[in-house]
């Protein structure tokens, strides 16, 4: 079950904007990777020290995939595949013009596969009661302490019995 809570935003770009209120996850818990390794050997005959090295292993050739360059397939879990970013204003009049210096940051982006990009589609959500009501702040820091977490795609949420 997923818990939401209420966060407050400023509506449009000005200052005179008004607020409303929208929900956002309420994050009352993180699994580390200690954890996570724990529940996937638990499902398992393998062992957790297996799984870690498994993980490990599995970290440092992704890596270097993506640095070669190529898209990795990563079963149902999905896909990763290298990217970048071109810094502003970089474009050139023809392409004998167009290298590396263009080129902003590498980055990974990550496609999950239809497994897990429709796991929460009959999750049951419901207001978090014991979640503070927050401000949402730029900045990303909380007001009043790291009370919850989480955050949503901005927009009036649909339903949930708020």
């Known amino acids: 079950m997923i818990k939401v809570k209420a966060v407050e935003r400023k509506v449009g770009f000005n200052k005179e904007g008004k607020t409303l209120w929208y929900p956002a996850i309420h994050l009352h818990s993180n699994v580390d990777f ?71 940051k590498a980055k990974v982006i990550y496609t999950p596969r239809i497994k897990v990009r429709t796991a929460l589609k009959d999750v049951r959500i419901e207001r978090a009661e014991s979640a503070l009501d927050v401000a949402y702040k730029s900045s990303g820091k909380k007001p009043g302490g790291s009370e919850g977490g989480g955050s949503s795609s901005g927009g009036s949420g649909g339903e949930g019995g708020f």
Request: proline letters at 1%; a negative charge; charged letters at 30%.
């Open 34 to 104: 200690e954890e996570f390794i724990e529940l996937v050997s638990d499902e398992t005959t393998i062992s957790s020290a297996d799984i870690k090295a498994v993980f490990d292993r599995a970290s440092k050739v992704l890596i270097r995939l993506l640095k070669d360059g190529k898209s990795v397939d990563c079963g149902d879990m999905g896909t990763f595949r290298p990217s970048i970013t071109v810094r502003t204003g970089a474009g050139v009049e023809t392409a004998d013009k167009v290298d590396a210096t263009l080129v902003g």
